[in-house]
């Protein structure tokens, strides 16, 4: 069950990760200055630990907390993620 529907506003898109996203995923998580903010993120990143984390997403979602990819709208290049999280029946954190 997927909580997170694409939303888009023409320039950046937000939407689900799908097994199509591994290889920029991978990529994008193998950078070294990611790691000093978010030292919980495997280093090295690998296949494997992507696709756990993608596979994991759907689960994550129907329970209200996940997180999507942000991908440029026109090349559906990655741009990056964003974790949310329901905090309270009527409130939600996204960031």
């Known amino acids: 069950m997927e909580l997170f529907e ?3 506003d023409g320039v950046v898109t937000l939407r689900p990760w799908t097994m199509d ?5 991978v990529e ?9 903010w978010l030292p919980m993120i495997p ?6 630990d992507g696709r756990e984390f993608i596979s994991h997403q ?3 979602n129907a329970e ?3 997180n999507v990819g942000a991908f440029d709208a026109q090349t559906s290049e990655l741009l990056g993620g964003c974790g949310f999280r329901e905090l309270e029946a009527e409130r939600t954190e996204f960031g």
């Open 28 to 36: 994008a998580c193998n950078d070294e200055t990611l790691h000093y």
């Open 6 to 8: 694409e939303l888009t």
């Open 43 to 48: 280093f090295p990143y690998t296949n494997k």
């Open 58 to 60: 759907p689960e994550r």
């Open 21 to 25: 996203d591994l290889p920029a995923l």
């Open 64 to 66: 209200g907390s996940g």
